[in-house]
């Protein structure tokens, strides 16, 4: 049964710094790997997708990498801000579309 | 374009009452699902239809039924609310593969 993890649960930096999220799982049969923003009290915002055949996407200040040999992806947010603040989610695709979650990592930009 | 749309909001129940959770999605996508979130234990998908017509069980369906009543729509039904019912239930819908899009949930509370 695929696992994800995601280590820290929780994570507090000062604004303007780089900083690294990290999703683990088990199976490295995926389809795709998903990264969700969650704001509390609201629903997912999808950030970026990652299929499997690739190593990495883009947008704006982020990056996702994905390395299923080792089973981890990396979601990198660069020059973080207070509004960057939120519940950050790894999701993993299987064959059918459906998502298995990770639970996690809750992220507070200081000013 | 609205995305995923859900209703209600908010519903408070009590032991026993029934209600359906109502989804729609305008973006023509054939794969539809439906997911709890509840603290610590991450979100994890109830059921989910891959295309019109065709439903399936997800890793917590017990206590759940499910009808895709046409390609737009895909809806949650409770016949008994039990309190381990009390959860956010969240709708998402995607092309099988490609990147998934949730509504804003339907906070649910059963006395």
């Known amino acids: 049964k695929q696992e994800v993890t995601q280590i820290p649960a929780a994570l507090s930096v000062p604004e303007g710094e780089n900083l690294v999220l990290n999703c683990s799982f088990t199976d490295s049969a995926i389809y795709n790997l998903q990264w969700f923003r969650q704001d509390p009290g609201k629903g997912l915002t999808s950030l970026l997708l990652?299929?499997?055949?690739?190593r990495e996407q883009t947008s704006g200040r982020l990056n996702a990498s994905l390395d299923k040999s080792s089973g981890r992806s990396t979601l990198y947010i660069a020059a973080s801000q207070p509004g960057d603040s939120a519940t950050y989610l790894c999701a993993l695709g299987g064959s059918q579309g459906n998502l298995i979650f990770g639970k996690g990592t809750k992220l507070s930009v200081k000013p | 374009n609205a995305g995923v749309t859900q209703t209600p909001k908010f519903q408070v129940l009590k032991t026993g009452q029934s209600m359906t959770l109502q989804c729609a999605q305008d973006m023509n996508h054939n794969s539809m699902y439906w997911y709890r979130q509840d603290p610590g234990m991450g979100l994890r998908l109830i059921y989910y239809?891959?295309?019109?017509?065709?439903?399936d069980k997800g890793e917590v369906p017990n206590g759940y039924n499910v009808s895709r009543l046409n390609k737009r729509e895909f809806s949650l039904r409770l016949e008994s609310a039990a309190p381990s019912q009390t959860s956010v239930y969240f709708c998402a819908s995607s092309e099988q593969g490609i990147e998934q899009f949730f509504g804003p949930g339907t906070r649910l509370t059963v006395l």
């Open positions: 239809s891959a295309s019109e017509g065709t439903t």
């Open positions: 990652i299929q499997s055949s690739q």
